[in-house]
């Protein structure tokens, strides 16, 4: 189960696509308001959270984006200026979060009250219904360019489990959103088995 923690004000960034706790996401920052967003998270050594807008026909309703109230807090991690001059962050995801309240700085910046979800991941790495995810992670951790992620695995975290293979395979924005809006590790390990199903695991 989710265990609200703190509530903390964090910018968010809208994005079509996300990411899951424990999973890492290149992103290219170009708009002053992302620009000046990455360099105040930097400067106080906070993340901000980053949340999957919503496929509607309205993109706004009374001037703020259409989101998915569930979203990641995300840290970044690396920082680098691209070829093409934009500025180059990577960050990585930390927590899944509920977004309460939510407006805009003057810069158009979006800020919401963030409330940090605490998730407990029990081990399932023994049940039987869950083996093939189990292998499926630790072959696929093996392979020489995911070993360069340095992602950090937890065997016995069923939760950290069905993240990082989420990240892993070719999900889509929509996918990541159902597993993160997922209440317990079973949901998500379930749900999970339903799209290696579909993709022809």
């Given at each position: 189960?989710?265990?609200?923690?703190?509530?903390?004000t964090?910018?968010?960034?809208?994005?079509?696509?996300?990411?899951?706790?424990?999973?890492?996401?290149?992103?290219?920052?170009?708009?002053?308001?992302?620009?000046?967003?990455?360099?105040?998270?930097l400067?106080?050594?906070?993340?901000?959270?980053?949340?999957?807008?919503?496929?509607?026909?309205k993109?706004?309703?009374?001037?703020?984006?259409?989101?998915?109230?569930?979203?990641?807090?995300?840290e970044?991690?690396?920082?680098?200026?691209?070829q093409?001059?934009?500025?180059?962050?990577?960050?990585?995801?930390?927590?899944?979060?509920?977004?309460?309240?939510?407006?805009?700085?003057?810069?158009?910046?979006?800020?919401a009250?963030?409330?940090?979800?605490?998730?407990?991941?029990?081990?399932l790495?023994?049940?039987p219904?869950y083996?093939?995810?189990?292998?499926?992670l630790?072959?696929?951790s093996?392979?020489?360019?995911?070993?360069?992620?340095n992602?950090?695995?937890?065997?016995?975290?069923a939760?950290?489990?069905?993240?990082?293979?989420?990240s892993?395979?070719?999900?889509?924005?929509?996918?990541?959103?159902?597993m993160?809006?997922?209440?317990?590790s079973?949901?998500?390990?379930?749900?999970?088995n339903?799209?290696?199903?579909?993709?022809?695991?």
């Open positions: 189960m989710d265990k609200e923690k703190e509530i903390n964090y910018p968010v960034f809208p994005l079509s696509i996300n990411v899951l706790p424990g999973a890492y996401l290149p992103l290219q920052i170009f708009e002053p308001r992302y620009l000046d967003m990455v360099k105040n998270s400067a106080r050594e906070e993340g901000f959270c980053i949340a999957l807008t919503k496929n509607d026909e993109a706004y309703t009374e001037g703020l984006p259409n989101l998915h109230e569930v979203g990641t807090y995300v970044i991690v690396d920082f680098n200026q691209l093409n001059g934009l500025l180059g962050i990577t960050v990585k995801g930390l927590n899944k979060v509920k977004i309460l309240d939510r407006w805009k700085q003057d810069d158009e910046l979006l800020l009250k963030i409330s940090k979800l605490k998730e407990f991941g029990e081990d790495s023994e049940d219904s083996k093939e995810i189990w292998s499926m630790i072959e696929i093996n392979h020489p360019e995911v070993k360069k992620l992602l950090e695995i937890d065997l016995k975290n939760i950290n489990v069905s993240y990082i293979l989420g892993l395979l070719p999900l889509t924005p929509a996918e990541k959103q159902t993160l809006e997922l209440e317990n079973t949901e998500k390990l379930d749900y999970l339903s799209v290696i199903k579909k993709l022809g695991g």
